[in-house]
């Protein structure tokens, strides 16, 4: 899948998921159960090597998933 | 035909074939009283009419003008009856029973009186009965025999309307004004149940006349909801197919296959010819009222473009071959066996439908998960009601409407944002409208000036004519003036909703940025109009929320739902009669299609495929093992099949390269597939892709269950043979057994008990049981053993109502100085979505063409008049509509439906989406317009389009 | 200052009341004269009528024309003097002196629109009594009163308040059923044009005896002089604190409107009525509910004729033992009669219930205006019953009239000599009630254009016998299974004429 569809789908839910202390685990709630795996692991992989084009929320949720996915 | 009759066995309880009429409707009261009538005492309800409470014990009393679906009128003075210590002979119908009462329907005298009655009727009435195309159902005639009139001694000659004219303007029915009674019914119809008031009498005295005002029924304000033609006792008002073929001898109780609300009707046969589709009173979603796609629009079933063969073919450029079921289901699952093991069990999937039944859909998605190995199957609700079912599954706990349909007339306040239901929902909005003309408020949110807004005996209280793409602001603002204005339900919301995420609702929703004053200047809606309909809709003692597509197909459709949830939370106005959050659904079963699993990422019942307790229960059902991660939702199927990871798809009775966004994207996407299936009635525009057509039944033909808006699980049951030769659910099975999974059932009943045995919310649920009873609303199970009208009357499904923040993001489709124009979409009373069925109908005499309404500044702005053909372009795309001028859209606004594959609708919409659900925004569109000329290119037409891709 | 009275009645504006009033004014110059205009005496075969104030009292002047102005000034009129036209004191003349003048005691004395001559002839002393009493007092007057309806139907009007009284609502309605439509009958104009505050502060008394704020008067479009009248009068009335949010003061809300009617015989139904205010057709509700329950916009509603709440001042000043202790067995205070039709003198006639048909014809009416015998009187309307001259000696009441097989409807007595055919008249009946039903009901709409042929028939001679039995089943079916009065009464004069004048249509013997 094309990955500039997949950094919009991140960034529209970067936007409306508001800043608080749940942001975290909605973001990562929200990846887990809509997103098929490969969406997850390309997203991931773009992530890595994109940081500065995400927030520092979806940074952290994006290096926890990549965590729990490789243990 | 069965005749209910009195003991005497003289009075019809029913006309011909139809249901019994109590000729008065039903009393609510809880305090009985006691009548005695013709010597018999009873107990009736109190406010029971005499009539009423005689038919009820089996002494019906003669009746023209009195039927139940309407008020009484005493006009026809044959009901009349004797009342111990009353002067005369009241009429029966508009007499209510008293305590003690005691009422003689049988005397000399009323007989007498019926009698001389009958005879003035008959005096001014053709003596045609035999070929008359009522014989055998007409209440004249009936009520004739029961009079035992047996001359007529004012003789025929006298002043008569013997030749009055017909009016067949109408497609589907005709009125024949020489045979008219003047009974008003059709007239009260007309006010009473549907509420459009076309209807009136003309003259008065001898010359009194059922008149549709203007020239003809057609040109007339009627919308042929055919409330008035099922109201007339006689062959006045007529369907035309009656006229044809005859009257029909027996019936099947089946559901309407249109829209959400989910009719029930009776269709009536003649033999096994269909000849006429009548509304049930007894259909809990329509209590006897229809509308002019259910009632007339079915003639699509027997068209000559239906497919009743399977056809293959290798390339999309070959032409179709027709093949045996075995080689069309063999090619079938080879071919997604081939691709399975070159790209990967992920490389295929599939989409049910919305129109199909529950069993149908449970199998579609069994075949995908099971058979197919992987979680890809989506549904069509991904491009309507998703978000409806993200943002009431989060904060409320359940993906569905508060309501019943019912729960409408006990609301005070009602508001309708983003839904048009006198066009996309009319049965329900008959309802609606009668409820505001008993003087409920009304606050419409729409950038369109929908009919509610003002009609007859209607008028909104407020109308906030946003712009597109302002919804969740507006909402905000609302709730911003309720926050502030200390109109929260305290008491509701301590005892209620979880007290964390309120308090941060509370101070977000607080913020400055939410203020009227300041959503002004994005909607354009007068911040004092917001604050207003704010004050309105948190005082009123019932306040109930209507919403529909203009509401999800957003790029914040899913915010937009939790904006209006916390609203009703808030203000305490969930959990009873009258209130809640009440989705109206696009199509028949949009509701059963998100039921029963057809989601990638949860399985019937909305349980996640994560939930390792519940996907061991279907593993050990289905035999088989399911995937623990969620798949393709259809547009990353899209994305995926041009990246080249997704190959087969198998499409179930939805025309995806005509409904969804972006068509140059899907078709691009559809032709880069090795295999596209698609099950239909009709060839369509993604069959033009398919290299498997695999022919479906109508919903005539159908065995099975819809489920409703209102979780309604109604009964659809074949009224004639599958003219495809298998029912939907058996090519499912044979497809998956194909493929080496064993799936099979008897019959369709088999189906809804498995889905019963593993959904939780259906447990109670069969066949049998919805036989018995008519219809379900879900949950029904142990603790609701007879269904649950009403959802969070005690608690939340979910426990605590969670209040959610909804921060206002705009779009980033924004009209700009190329597009400066937004372009929404919506739907017609007369079609029907992509108008695969409508357009194969008379109801095209309405609707010949998708148009595009154009506010006059901007038409004078581009120097286009009314009826032009004009070229809309958006950054995807360009099309050709005709344009019609009006002022029910603002300036900078422009409408268009999209029924019509020419009109080529989506191949102007975009690619973005919800952010939650991807539901696609349909109804924000930035475009530019000008005058069609020769220069322009039909970019609808699809080689022309791809070419320029 | 001399006082000349010229009424400003339609009745007399018909015969040139204005022409002589404009002429009187022009011939004045310097005296210190002033011509008032006053509502009519209901003598209508003298108008138009000129009044002179004397010290004697008001002498009247009869059938004075343009013409004759120069010469009554030239009698010296102004002083009382003698001339061919004078009738002498017109409280004197014969055909007022024995009327028991009560609803019209001051109509054709006063100036319909001045609040201080209406104040000064006894007005507003109901209302002003009213307003020291509770709202249960007020309705307790009026039953005992033995107040009836007027309009025809002659229900308690006590009864129908205490109804609407009980009934709890945030909104409640006094209407005024003013669509005069019977033939032969013109009292509730006469009243609307020269008193109309009677009817008004009758209005007002009945809000507040049952909690009503808001009356509406139906007047039908042929009375436009009635129709200003009371728009102006409404106005003086608004002016002197009579209607608004508070009544004379006090704490009571009163507003008052006039609303047209269409030309519509069956708006004068009460149910129909009601339709045509909330603006829809005229058509017949059925009962129940009653208006007292469910009326007007579905509110509790008193529907009462205009003599009906003109009566009411009156009781409630002189208390309702004064009148009760009129009339005739249940029939109690007066009824104001209007002697119309071929007759000599026509007009106004309020006495006492009790007085007899006879006395009514002969000695008020003085007969035919052509001199020939009377052969018939239609009493209540084109749908009353007709009597002939055995029915002299009735004594008028409601019950009285029903027994001798009629009605008595808004009072209104059509005089017709030997010279009418009576046939005719039984046709016209049902003919009237084709073109006026309102077409709801079939025994009505469909009922009276056969009931015309069947008529025609009889009088043609073919099968008699068969027709006879015919109509008079018809007649069952329209007196019987009709929705309202219209369709009900049309019966009433078939078949009273058929059995008092069989010969008119030409029944051959032997046919029964």
């Known amino acids: 899948m094309d990955i500039t569809i997949l950094t919009r789908m991140a960034h529209d839910i970067e936007k409306n998921i508001p800043v608080h202390d749940e942001t975290y685990l909605r973001i990562s709630e929200h990846l887990v159960k809509f997103w098929t795996p490969k969406m997850r692991s390309d997203f991931y992989q773009y992530v890595v090597s994109n940081r500065t084009e995400f927030g520092s929320t979806m940074n952290k949720v994006v290096d926890e998933l990549r965590a729990k996915a490789n243990a | 035909m069965t005749i209910l009759s009195d003991p005497r066995g003289t009075m019809p309880m029913r006309s011909g074939i139809g249901e019994p009429d109590y000729g008065t409707p039903k009393s609510n009261s809880e305090v009985m009283v006691s009548v005695t009538i013709d010597g018999e005492t009873h107990l009736v309800p109190e406010g029971t009419s005499v009539m009423r409470a005689a038919g009820e014990s089996g002494c019906a009393i003669p009746k023209l003008c009195a039927t139940d679906s309407l008020q009484p009128f005493g006009s026809c003075r044959m009901c009349l009856v004797e009342i111990d210590g009353r002067k005369g002979t009241p009429a029966s119908c508009t007499t209510p029973v008293e305590d003690g ?77 020489s045979k008219c009674i003047v009974c008003n019914r059709c007239v009260r119809a007309c006010d009473e149940v549907q509420g459009t008031l076309a209807l009136t009498i003309e003259g008065r005295g001898f010359n009194s006349k059922v008149s549709p005002g203007g020239l003809n029924f057609l040109s007339s304000e009627c919308v042929s909801c055919g409330a ?259 109109l929260i339900d305290e008491e509701f919301v301590a005892q209620r909703c979880d007290p964390g995420p309120f308090k941060r609702w509370r101070s977000f929703i607080e913020l400055p940025e939410n203020s009227p004053e300041v959503v002004e200047a994005q909607s354009g809606v007068p911040a004092e109009i917001i604050r207003q309909a704010a004050r309105m809709y948190a005082s009123g003692k019932n306040a109930a929320i209507y919403y529909g597509l203009g509401v999800t197909e957003h790029s914040q459709g899913s915010t937009m739902v939790m904006g209006m949830a916390n609203l009703a939370m808030a203000t305490g106005n969930i959990g009873r009669d009258g209130v809640g959050i009440n989705p109206l659904r696009g199509q028949n079963n949009v509701q059963g299609a998100c039921d029963m699993g057809s989601f990638p990422h949860e399985l019937s019942g909305y349980r996640h495929v994560s939930d390792n307790a519940v996907r061991e229960q279907f593993e050990m059902l289905w035999d088989v093992k399911l995937m623990s991660d969620p798949g393709m939702r259809i547009p990353n199927m899209f994305d995926n099949a041009i990246s080249g990871e997704f190959r087969g798809l198998f499409v179930h009775g939805e025309d995806i390269a005509q409904s ?101 919310t259906f447990k109670g649920v069969s066949f049998a049981m919805l036989d018995e009873v008519g219809s379900v609303q879900w949950p029904c199970n142990d603790a609701a053993p007879e269904g649950t009208p009403i959802m969070h009357v005690d608690g939340f499904v979910r426990g605590q109502g969670q209040f959610m923040e909804t921060p206002f993001v705009p779009t980033e489709e924004r009209s700009n100085r190329k597009f400066p124009l937004l372009l929404t979409t ?15 109908t008379a109801n095209v005499t309405w609707h010949p063409e998708d148009v595009l309404e154009i506010h006059e500044s901007d038409a004078a702005l581009r120097g286009i008049v009314d009826g032009q053909k004009i070229a809309v372009s958006s950054r995807i795309g360009e099309t050709i509509l005709t344009a019609t001028v009006s002022n029910r859209v603002p300036a900078g606004v422009v409408h268009t439906t999209f029924h019509y594959p020419l009109s080529g609708a989506n191949v102007i919409t975009t690619e973005f989406s919800d952010w939650a659900t991807n539901c696609p925004e349909f109804k924000v569109t930035a475009v530019e317009i000008r005058p069609a000329d020769s220069s322009t290119a039909p970019l609808n037409d699809l080689e022309a389009v791809l070419t320029k891709a | 200052m001399i006082k000349v009275f010229v009424p400003l009645d339609s009745a007399a504006l018909s015969m040139g009341a204005d022409e002589v009033a404009t002429a009187i004014s022009e011939r004045i110059g310097s005296q210190d004269v002033t011509v008032i205009r006053t509502g009519s005496r209901g003598m209508l075969w003298l108008e138009p009528l000129v009044e002179v104030e004397t010290a004697a009292g008001r002498i009247g002047y009869a059938n004075v024309s343009v ?299 003085g007969g035919t205006l052509t001199g020939r015998p009377v052969k018939t009187v239609q009493i209540g309307g084109p749908l009353g019953a007709y009597l002939g001259k055995d029915s002299w000696t009735v004594a008028m009441g409601y019950e009285s009239l029903a027994q001798a097989g009629g009605m008595l409807g808004h009072g209104g007595i059509v005089v017709f000599d030997d010279t009418v055919n009576m046939a005719k008249q039984a046709r016209f009946a049902m003919e009237f009630c084709a073109e006026e039903s309102c077409g709801k009901c079939t025994p009505c709409r469909i009922g009276s254009t056969r009931g015309v042929e069947v008529i025609d028939r009889i009088v043609a001679g073919e099968e008699q016998s068969k027709n006879l039995e015919l109509l008079e089943d018809l007649c069952e079916v329209m007196a019987d299974g009709s929705l309202c009065a219209m369709g009900g009464l049309t019966p009433l004069p078939v078949r009273s004429a058929l059995k008092l004048f069989p010969a008119d249509f030409g029944i051959k013997s032997g046919v029964k």
Not at chain 3, 144 to 173: H, M
Request: charged share 20%; net charge negative; aromatic share 6%.
């Open chain 2, 660 to 760: 969804d966004p972006n068509t140059m994207h899907v078709e691009k996407s559809l032709k880069s597939m090795d295999l596209v299936v698609v099950q239909d009635l009709f060839l369509n525009e993604t069959s033009k892709f398919a290299h498997v057509f695999l022919p479906g039944t109508s919903f005539l033909e159908k065995d099975g269950t819809f489920t409703n808006a209102e979780r309604r699980i109604n009964r659809v049951r074949p009224v004639m043979a599958a003219k495809n030769g298998k029912q939907e659910w058996q090519i499912i099975c044979e497809i998956s057994q194909a493929m080496g999974y064993d799936m099979h059932y008897e019959n369709a009943a088999q189906i809804m008990d498995e889905i019963a045995d593993i959904t939780p």
């Open chain 3, 67 to 365: 013409d004759m102005v120069p010469e009554l000034f030239v009698s010296d009129f102004l002083s009382g003097a003698d001339h061919k036209s004078k009738i002498g004191l017109v409280q004197d003349h014969e055909f007022l002196k024995s009327q028991n003048r009560i609803t019209f005691s001051r109509v054709g004395i006063i100036d319909p629109l001045s609040i201080a001559d209406y104040e000064s002839h006894g007005g507003l002393a109901g209302l002003r009594k009213a307003l020291t009493m509770s709202a249960t007092s007020i309705v307790e007057q009026v039953t005992e009163s033995g107040l009836r309806g007027r309009g025809g139907a002659g229900f308690p009007a006590g009864i129908k308040w205490q109804t609407v009284l009980n009934t709890e609502s945030d909104q409640k309605y006094i209407c005024c059923n003013a669509d005069e439509g019977d033939s032969g009958t013109f009292a509730d104009r006469m009243l609307m044009e020269g008193d109309p505050f009677t009817l008004i502060e009758g209005m007002i008394i009945a809000g507040i005896a049952v909690g009503a704020t808001k009356g509406l008067i139906y007047v039908r479009s042929e009375y436009p002089h009635a129709i200003d009248i009371l728009n102006r009068a409404i106005a003086v009335a608004k002016e002197h604190k009579l209607l608004g949010e508070s009544v004379l003061g006090s704490a009571f809300e009163f507003e008052l409107e006039v609303r047209v009617g269409a030309g519509s015989y069956v708006c004068g139904e009460e149910t129909a009525m009601l339709e045509s205010l909330e603006g829809k057709r005229g058509m017949v509700r059925a009962k129940p509910p009653i208006p007292a329950l469910v009326g007007l916009f579905g509110k509790p509603t008193v529907i009462n004729n205009v003599m009906t709440l003109s009566a009411v001042p009156m009781i409630l000043a002189d208390g309702a033992a004064a009148y009760q202790a009129l009339g005739d067995e249940r029939s109690r205070g007066t009824q104001v009669f209007q002697l119309a039709g071929n007759i000599k003198q026509g007009g106004i006639v309020e006495v006492a219930f009790g007085v007899t048909l006879g006395e009514l014809i002969d000695t008020y009416g």
């Open chain 2, 228 to 486: 008035c033609v099922q109201a007339c006792p006689t062959a006045t008002l007529q369907e035309k197919s009656v006229i044809d073929l005859g009257m029909p001898t027996r019936t099947v109780q089946t559901t309407c296959a249109y829209c959400g609300v989910g009719c029930s009707f009776n269709a009536e046969l003649r033999g096994d010819e269909l000849v006429r589709m009548v509304p049930t009173k007894t259909g809990g979603a329509n209590e006897g009222h229809s509308c002019v796609k259910g009632r007339f629009a079915w003639g699509y079933a027997s068209h000559s473009d239906r497919i009743t063969k399977p056809m293959l073919r290798e390339k999309i450029t070959d032409e179709w071959r027709e093949v045996s079921w075995d080689e069309a289901i063999q090619f079938t699952a080879t071919k997604f066996i081939a691709i399975q093991e070159k790209y990967g069990d992920n490389s295929i999937g599939g989409i049910s439908s919305s129109r199909c039944t529950n069993e149908e859909i449970f199998l579609v998605q069994k075949m995908v998960r099971a058979a197919f190995g992987n979680n890809n199957i989506d549904t069509c609700a991904r491009v309507c009601h998703s978000p409806t079912g993200y943002g009431l599954s989060t904060t409320y706990g359940t993906s569905a409407g508060t309501q019943d349909f019912k729960s409408v007339a006990h609301s005070d306040v009602i508001v309708v944002i983003g839904a048009n239901p006198t066009d996309a929902h009319p049965v329900f909005a008959s309802r609606m409208k009668r409820r505001i003309r008993e003087g409920a408020n009304l606050i419409v949110i729409d950038p369109r000036k929908i009919d509610l807004v003002e009609s007859a005996h209607i008028s909104a209280d407020y109308h906030l004519q946003l712009q597109p793409g302002t919804n969740v602001a507006v909402i905000n603002s609302i709730a911003h003036v309720i926050a502030t204005e200390g």
């Open chain 2, 101 to 177: 009462m005691v009422v003689r329907t049988q005397t000399t005298k009323v007989a007498k009186l019926r009698k001389s009655v009958m005879e003035l009727y008959i005096s001014d009435h053709p003596l045609d009965c035999l070929t008359c195309s009522a014989n055998g159902d007409c209440e004249l005639q009936d009520m004739a025999g029961v009079a035992g009139l047996r001359e007529v001694r004012y003789g025929m000659d006298g002043k008569n309307h013997l030749d009055a004219p017909t009016d067949s303007s109408n497609p589907y029915f005709s009125f024949d004004e």
């Open chain 2, 826 to 840: 919506g739907r017609i009373l007369s079609q029907y979505n992509v108008g695969a069925q409508t357009r194969r």
